[in-house]
């Protein structure tokens, strides 16, 4: 595995200073001497030099900010710089420019199966860098598709390994659940790509749904399980109530009631307290033992 290796490069400033001066000097010289038409063999020197001069030309290169030139030597990594500004190296290196700034992405809405087999469609936003370049260049083929890809198999291995909604007290779910699943997608993407060299700084999801085909289904059911979950609250609460109205009135011995009073009462405070209409009131004029 070819790891990054930081190399400095000379200034380019007095280099560049250096070449304007002698290509001028080579120039004029030229033309001094063929307009005296000087031997030529001193004109071969001459243009032998502008020869060299151009050749020492091609080893200026500017670095620009969060950005890092790999340096290659007739095919063998030497190393990358990435300090910026105009620096000089081996005319015969070559120069691949590599970005370092902070990128993302938003995958498209893949449609998986989740953990319970329903289908259901997932979106998620990748933001990344590349932190070694000797490795985004040379151990992929093509390191910004590796990402794009590696990302998307990593979303869809894990939509399937959680329920879009949880049915059990503790369980993770994608819709209920996003920041630990935006956690856990970020190190699935990132052991993914630890081989290209590059680091995920964020992961989250970004959109989530049913399918269509089963949208409305769906959304009937979480209608159902919350009005389970209400009517669950309200009778809890509503037995609370009795008891408490039953406690209270043994306890002042405001009236006494046998056990079948004690039931109707029980019966008609469930009514008035666990119904969804305003209930009728009725008037009891029987008398009370």
Not at 58 to 77: C, D, R, T
Not at 91 to 110: A, D, I, W
Not at 147 to 172: C, F, I, K, W
Not at 209 to 224: F, G, H, K, N
Request: hydrophobic share 50%.
């Amino acid at each position: 595995m070819i790891r990054e290796v930081r190399k400095s490069a000379a200034s380019g400033l007095l280099v560049l200073v250096v070449l304007l001066v002698l290509s001028v000097i080579d120039i004029i010289a030229f033309v001094q001497g063929a307009k005296e038409h000087a031997a030529p063999l001193l004109l071969g020197g001459y243009a032998v030099v502008a020869v060299v001069l151009a050749i020492a030309w091609m080893g200026l290169f500017i670095v620009n900010p969060n950005e890092a030139k790999v340096l290659q030597l007739f095919g063998s990594y030497v190393g990358t710089v990435h300090e910026p500004g105009l620096k000089y190296a081996n005319p015969f290196l070559t120069k691949r420019k590599v970005s370092v700034r902070v990128r993302n992405f938003e995958t498209g809405k893949l449609k998986v199966n989740d953990q319970n087999s329903n289908p259901i469609e997932i979106a998620s936003v990748v933001v990344w860098r590349v932190v070694d370049t000797a490795e985004a260049l040379f151990e992929v083929d093509d390191y910004v598709e590796y990402v794009h890809v590696q990302s998307e198999a990593a979303l869809r291995g894990l939509a399937t390994n959680y329920p879009y909604d949880a049915h059990n007290e503790g369980e993770l779910s994608l819709s209920a659940n996003a920041a630990e699943i935006s956690e856990k997608l970020k190190s699935e993407i990132q052991e993914r790509l630890a081989k290209a060299g590059v680091e995920v700084m964020e992961s989250r999801i970004s959109h989530i749904a049913y399918a269509p085909e089963i949208a409305s289904a769906m959304l009937q059911r979480q209608q159902a399980s919350a009005v389970i979950a209400a009517r669950t609250k309200i009778v809890e609460g509503a037995v609370s109530m009795v008891e408490m109205a039953l406690d209270d009135l043994a306890k002042r011995d405001i009236v006494r009631l046998d056990d079948g009073r004690k039931a109707q009462m029980v019966s008609n405070l469930l009514v008035v307290l666990c119904a969804d209409r305003n209930p009728q009131p009725i008037v009891n004029t029987g008398a009370v033992d």
